[in-house]
C-alpha cells in the first residue's frame, strides 16, 4: 500500500514530443497509472490530454494540479454504484474525514 503522506515524487513525461518533469505525491501517480491503465492508453497520453484541457481554462492551473484535479474529477463522476478505487490508487473519501462542532 501506498503511504498515503508520502512527500511527492518527481517524474519524467513527454508531452507533443517535449519532456517536462511533473511531481506528485505517490499515490496520484499510482492513481494516475490505475485511470491510464483502465483507458488503455499510455500515462503520457494521459497526461497529455490533462494538459490540453488545463490549457483551455481561464486560469490554467499548474500541471500538477490539474492532474489532481482531473483525478479527482473522475472520482466524483462516478456513478454511486461503482465502488472507487483502492485505497492506495485514490484520494480519501469524504466518509474518512470527521466534522466536529464547538
Do not use: C
Not at 501506498?2 to 508531452?15: A, G, M, N
Not at 490540453?52 to 483525478?71: D, F, H, M, Q, T
Request: proline share 10%; hydrophobic share 45%.
Amino acid at each position: 500500500m501506498t503511504d498515503l503522506y508520502h512527500p511527492p515524487v518527481k517524474r519524467s513525461v513527454e508531452i507533443a514530443g517535449h519532456k517536462t518533469s511533473i511531481s506528485l505525491e505517490p499515490v496520484f501517480w499510482d492513481w494516475l497509472r490505475r485511470v491510464a491503465a483502465d483507458e488503455g492508453v499510455p500515462v503520457n497520453a494521459l497526461v497529455a490530454r490533462i494538459d490540453a484541457e488545463r490549457i483551455r481554462a481561464a486560469v490554467p492551473p499548474g500541471l500538477a494540479g490539474a492532474i489532481r484535479l482531473w483525478l479527482v474529477a473522475q472520482l466524483m463522476d462516478q456513478p454511486a454504484d461503482q465502488s472507487p478505487p483502492a485505497r492506495s490508487t485514490s484520494a480519501p473519501s469524504s466518509a474518512s474525514f470527521s466534522s466536529s462542532r464547538s
